[in-house]
Each structure stands twice: as C-alpha cells, then as structure tokens.
C-alpha cells in the first residue's frame, strides 16, 4: 500500500435514530467497492446501540479500526475529531468528507419534538410524519430552547438529543481541514442541502460541494456504482468525481421511476453566483412597489421542494424574466443569474445536475431560502449569505410590501 493515496473518502454515518439499518446497508454497497492502496473509504458509524465504529471498507467486508461508546454527533467536536484522525491516518492526494445523516434543514418542529419516537419509525413513516428524511445536522439545544418553537430545526442524533447547526459544521469541517487547506469535496448524502444560503457558509472549507435540492430517496447514494468507478480511475480529479456522484445518482433514481437531484456545485465560483444574486435582489428592491406582487408569484410558480420555501434560484430567475419583459434591469440581473450557474459554462458554479421524475423537472442545481412572512425563520439572520449579502433585505421588503 502507497504511503499516500490518491482518494481518502471520509464517511461521517450519523445512525443514531431510524436510519441505522440504511447505514448498514450503504455499508454493504461501500463493501462491493472495498477501498484498494490508492482510494481509502473510511467510515464512522454511530448506532443506536450506544456504540460508534471505524471502519475500513474492504472488498466484501468491514475492518474494525476503533471501537468506542457512542458518541454526540451533534458534537462538533466530534466531527472535527473523526476527520482530523481520518486525514492523519490515511493521507491522500484528495479527501471527500461525505456527512451522512438525517433531519430537516429549515424545518418547522413542535416544542416538545419526540426523539425518542423518532426511533421507532421507519424512515418513511418519519418523511411523513414530519417531512424528514436525508437531511443535515440543525442547531444545538441550547441555542434551539432559546428560539420559539416554530423557529426550531433538526437532525437526530436520538441517544444525546443533539444536532449541528451550518455555523457549527462549517467551523467543525474547518478546524480539521488538512495542513489548513480546503478539502477537495464536501458531500452531504443528506436533504435539502444544496442550497446557495448553505454553499456560501462552506465555501471556505472545500472546493466542491454536492448535496440534493429535494428531499433525497431513502436509498441514498449509490455507493457501489460510484466507488467502483473511482477504484477502477483513482486519478479522477475532484470536479470529475463530484459529477461521476451526480450521474450515477441521476441513473439510480431513473431506473426506479423516483423523484430525485443532484448537484455539484464549484464553492470556489460561488463568488460570481453571488453578486449576480445580489445584482437581482437590488434590481427587484428598486421597484418593489409596483413589482412586489409579480415577484412573490414568481416565487409561487417557481420549482419548490419537499421545503416549499426552498425555491430553485435558476426557476425563479427564469420566471421573474418572464413576468417582467419590460423591466430592463431585472431582465439583465436575471440573465446574469442564470449565466452564472450555467453548468456549460466553464465560469458556471454548477458543475453537473440530475432531475429525475416530472415534479423536479425544473430543478437547475441551486436552491434559495423565499419563505412567505408566516414561515419565515428567525435564524436565518444567522448565516453568512443572509449577512453579507441583500437577499435578507430583499425578503423583509417582500414581507412590508
């Protein structure tokens, strides 16, 4: 085995709640693979039995490397910890941080959410009942029981009824970035994540982001299909890799006739995508007085998501150049969106995107935060787009108008 390889793919497995036994079942995928001298797949698998593992997937099996009691998830600290032991121990040309886990992004929660319960269903029955299924880490308790109860949002960790919030997994990602430079990919085999609110808070911490816009499948990724080919080409260049995720997944869910997306997205372009954002926020802003009704039903017409307040930002950009022909200003803003996440482009902060099944149809790669005022999430001031940005005001001003 070479001292450094050329992939390590680290897989933080969050499986302290119902999807346990969809962990051990990607791990089973992960296995047709099995890591070889130049790609290492290494897993961190926290379980509801009070017991988390390290693993090196092999071809057709799992070598135990570390064995403790479970831990917090929702720990940063915990994540900081797996990835730093992770970079240490299996250097590479490139690393992959694939965050595994389950929660609802923005999602609104009642005060007294059941964790316990949580357990008992099955992934599904939790979609449903609280429009769950793949998504990302939220915030701590505390900070959450300072918030009112319609502001609160998770991702389970059931046994420490703990949770990340985005500042907090960009500050963890951050503190073990290898030899202090950015990880070449962050995955998120998660819901909802792929949103620019979210790239803008990582965009110091990798290179590559690639996360859904809709709630993903219970499946997940398809890890076989994917690892193989990066065994088989371990040279693959992180973009290429990030789009290799994309089209497998897009070939997955196609076969299954199931309702899916995919995207890559350049975090180190994420700086024209933003001004461009910003550019049609301040164009709409000019006239939001006379234009406040035509920019909220574009907004309604837009592509939604399992969050109907996640809108696709290449729709709705799209659908604001439709209702508003003659507005000369908002024509340019929303071609200059538009040209900016163009994935033919070699500028374009989408890299690839997949949208399989008719009701993701006009899925472009990104999505954006446009609540309407009653469901507007107080914490939202806290994310970095939100402050250095006009997206924030442009919203308020919806809501005043």
């Not at 961190?44 to 997937?57: H, I």
């Not at 007294?112 to 449903?128: E, F, V, W």
């Not at 219970?218 to 290429?240: C, N, Q, V």
């Not at 406040?292 to 290449?314: N, S």
């Amino acid at each position: 085995m070479s001292t450094t390889a050329q992939w390590t793919w680290l897989v933080y497995m969050a499986g302290d709640n119902n999807l346990e036994g969809a962990g051990g079942t990607d791990l089973a995928e992960m296995k047709r693979a099995g890591s070889t001298a130049d790609v290492n797949i290494i897993v961190q698998f926290d379980t509801e039995a009070n017991k988390t593992t390290r693993y090196r997937v092999e071809k057709n099996k799992l070598k135990v490397l570390q064995q403790m009691p479970g831990v917090n998830c929702g720990d940063p600290k915990v994540l900081t910890n797996f990835l730093k032991w992770g970079v240490k121990t299996f250097p590479a040309k490139h690393y992959l941080v694939d965050v595994w886990n389950h929660g609802g992004g923005w999602e609104n929660l009642p005060a007294d959410y059941n964790y316990d319960g949580i357990r008992s269903l099955k992934p599904t029955q939790a979609h449903r009942r609280l429009r769950l299924r793949r998504a990302l880490f939220k915030t701590t308790v505390k900070a959450i029981h300072r918030r009112p109860a319609a502001a609160r949002a998770i991702a389970i960790d059931c046994g420490s009824h703990d949770y990340l919030d985005n500042q907090e997994l960009r500050k963890a990602v951050a503190a073990a970035m290898p030899g202090g430079k950015k990880f070449d990919v962050i995955a998120c085999d998660a819901c909802l994540m792929n949103m620019l609110e979210i790239a803008y808070e990582m965009k110091d911490t990798a290179t590559v982001m690639v996360g859904s816009e809709e709630t993903e499948p219970g499946e997940g990724w398809p890890y076989a299909a994917i690892l193989k080919t990066l065994t088989a080409k371990p040279s693959m260049s992180p973009a290429d890799l990030s789009k290799l995720v994309v089209s497998e997944y897009g070939k997955y869910f196609t076969r299954a006739h199931t309702p899916a997306t995919q995207s890559a997205l350049a975090l180190d372009r994420i700086g024209a995508i933003s001004s461009a954002v910003n550019a049609l926020a301040m164009a709409l802003l000019a006239d939001i007085r006379n234009i406040a009704g035509t920019v909220t039903l574009a907004r309604d017409r837009a592509q939604k998501y399992e969050m109907p307040e996640y809108i696709d930002l290449g729709d709705f950009s799209a659908q604001l150049a439709q209702r508003l022909p003659h507005n000369a200003p908002v024509q340019s803003a929303a071609a200059a969106v538009a040209s900016a996440l163009n994935p033919s482009s070699a500028t374009g902060f989408v890299l690839a995107s997949t949208a399989t099944g008719a009701t993701v149809a006009k899925s472009t790669g990104v999505s954006i935060y446009f609540p309407h005022e009653e469901d507007y999430a107080p914490d939202y001031s806290d994310l970095l787009f939100s402050q250095q940005g006009q997206w924030k005001t442009l919203l308020q001003a919806i809501f005043k108008a």
